[in-house]
């Protein structure tokens, strides 16, 4: 096999290589003045020559950027022989921008300098090593897909970028690393930087410190979530996306205490596609502010129609995700949508995932507590699917949460959930939050939940959500049905606190 010698001229830092000169200006600079030399020309080489020398390389590093990568990549490839195999390595560093915000420009520049430094120590001198993008670096070496050392080899070089020695502070480096092989995942240099870059994103998705192997099947699914956030832009565009509603019920009375808003897409050929299909794809990308804009302009809206009606507006609940909360103009976001409706605060209220929480704990408490201050009311959302500790949860003005449904499907027919749940109620009541269990199908998981002292329920029992003008039925027809519920002390619409029901 032959190795990537050819190339390794490129790899060294930038400080230590200099353009050659030519011998138009190694003769000027040693004071040749013969013949039809002229300044003119000198400097006209050395600036063809240094911008040559920029054309292929990262400023920052030295190292090959992706015209140069990519071109010595290509020549690599071309002289391999039967039965050589090359191995693309694309590293993406995750949390530069947390870095910056830590350090500053210097930081990220001494960060990303000791990042090439370290590739080019354990990469090896058969390596070719690029810098394509601001905050990711690609390797070719030779090594065999199937070779369990070489893939190991190839792991201990990303082990070896965390944690990072910078300026004698110890920085815990995020990375998601990919690789594709030659010629087994393709013979063509692009692809096989595509594929790497594919492997490396989907590796960043599933949150995977290993190195991921390129499959075929990845560029499928990349194609497809990028094809899913295309056709989602055009929904909103188009109209094909709405809201629906679906209630909150007290579950001793049997009042509607508030209605959570829920986003439906519905494909011209696709059909309805499911939030749970569409909102992690919107979260990686900008579409996350249209969602959040749209939910919760949308849900003001309907709301004050719904006064407008007569009834006294329940409170509003839209879902907020990480990427909406962790945006500096969040809070005036909400303030302009509440004050152009208008709608007083109180009526509203932003359920939160507690994903949030692991992500920026900082940011989250003062988001949370801006929220308070103007008086909207927060709720975490699907509580215990991911551990947060009660400690945490009492540092923060919340008003209520909601237990995920996986504690409660099937509740009245397990005595463990049952004091499970009997003890995150309890919990929950020491730190003055309200609970409301998610996701009630049967009136035995009602009845368990009652018992436990949970305090609103959320179901397809009660209701399935429905659209604005179906939830305007159900909100006329409600107090008919409330008996069939059993509900301990049932009471009528007009006996509501002024925040329910009918008005
Ligand atoms: P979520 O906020 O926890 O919403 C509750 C989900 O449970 C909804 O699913 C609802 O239809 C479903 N559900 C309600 N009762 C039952 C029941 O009795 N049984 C079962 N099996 N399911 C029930 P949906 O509408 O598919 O939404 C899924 C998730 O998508 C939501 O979970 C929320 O996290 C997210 N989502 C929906 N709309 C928005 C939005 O406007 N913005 C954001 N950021 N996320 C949204
Ligand atoms: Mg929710
Ligand atoms: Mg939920």
């Known amino acids: 096999m032959k190795t990537c010698q050819a190339s390794v001229e490129h790899t060294q830092p930038e400080g230590a290589r200099v353009p050659e000169r030519s011998d138009l200006v190694g003769r000027a600079l040693a004071g040749d003045r013969s013949g039809s030399l002229l300044e003119q020309d000198v400097d006209e080489e050395l600036r063809r020559q240094m911008l040559s020398y920029g054309y292929r390389h990262d400023p920052q590093t030295g190292l090959l950027n992706r015209q140069g990568f990519q071109g010595s990549l290509g020549e690599l490839l071309q002289q391999q022989e039967e039965g050589d195999e090359v191995a693309l390595i694309w590293i993406d560093l995750i949390n530069l921008r947390r870095e910056f915000f830590l350090w500053g420009?210097?930081?990220?520049?001494?960060?990303?300098?000791?990042?090439?430094?370290?590739l080019q120590d354990v990469v090896g001198s058969d390596a070719l090593l690029g810098r394509c993008t601001g905050h990711s670096f690609q390797i070719a070496v030779p090594a065999a897909k199937f070779d369990r050392e070489a893939r190991n080899r190839i792991q201990s070089m990303i082990d070896a970028l965390s944690p990072l020695l910078v300026r004698g502070t110890e920085i815990k480096l995020e990375t998601a690393a990919g690789v594709a092989f030659f010629p087994s995942d393709t013979e063509s240099a692009e692809e096989l930087v595509r594929f790497a870059s594919m492997a490396a994103m989907?590796?960043?998705v599933l949150k995977s410190n290993a190195v991921l192997a390129f499959q075929a099947g990845m560029n499928s699914l990349?194609?497809?979530?990028?094809q899913l956030e295309v056709e989602m832009t055009k929904g909103f565009d188009r109209g094909l996306v709405s809201l629906v509603y679906q209630p909150k019920i007290d579950l001793n009375s049997g009042m509607v205490l508030g209605v959570e808003a829920l986003l439906r897409w519905k494909h011209p050929e696709w059909g309805v596609v499911a939030p749970s299909e569409f909102i992690p794809i919107a979260e990686r990308s900008d579409l996350i502010q249209r969602v959040f804009d749209f939910s919760l302009e949308g849900a003001l809206r309907d709301t004050r129609r719904w006064m407008e009606l007569g009834i006294a507006p329940p409170v509003i609940s839209v879902n907020a995700s990480a990427a909406n909360v962790r945006r500096e103009d969040f809070l005036g976001r909400v303030r302009r949508f509440l004050k152009e409706l208008p709608i007083a605060p109180i009526v509203l209220e932003l359920e939160v995932t507690e994903s949030l929480l692991f992500d920026d704990e900082e940011v989250f408490t003062t988001r949370m507590r801006q929220l308070r201050e103007i008086g909207v009311r927060i709720a975490i959302d699907d509580f215990g699917t991911r551990y947060t500790g009660f400690n945490l949860l009492k540092q923060l003005p919340l008003e209520t949460m909601k237990i995920d449904q996986c504690f409660?499907?099937?509740?009245?027919?397990?005595?463990?959930?049952?004091?499970?749940?009997?003890?995150i109620?309890?919990?929950?009541r020491q730190m003055r939050l309200r609970t409301v269990a998610e996701g009630i199908e049967e009136q035995g998981e009602l009845e368990a939940m009652r018992q436990a002292g949970c305090e609103a329920g959320q179901g397809f029992l009660f209701q399935h959500p429905v659209t604005s003008e179906e939830f305007v039925d159900f909100l006329r027809?409600?107090?008919?049905?409330?008996?069939?519920?059993?509900?301990?002390?049932p009471c009528a619409p007009r006996d509501a606190e002024p925040l329910c029901g009918m008005a």
Request: charged content about 20%; aromatic content about 8%.
């Open 408 to 423: 409660i499907r099937g509740i009245h027919l397990s005595p463990d959930m049952r004091a499970l749940c009997n003890t």
């Open 202 to 204: 989907r590796g960043r």
């Open 477 to 489: 027809e409600w107090p008919a049905r409330i008996p069939s519920f059993g509900f301990v002390s």
């Open 425 to 428: 109620v309890a919990m929950a």
């Open 105 to 118: 420009w210097d930081g990220i520049d001494a960060l990303v300098g000791h990042v090439a430094s370290t």
């Open 222 to 226: 990349i194609v497809r979530d990028h």
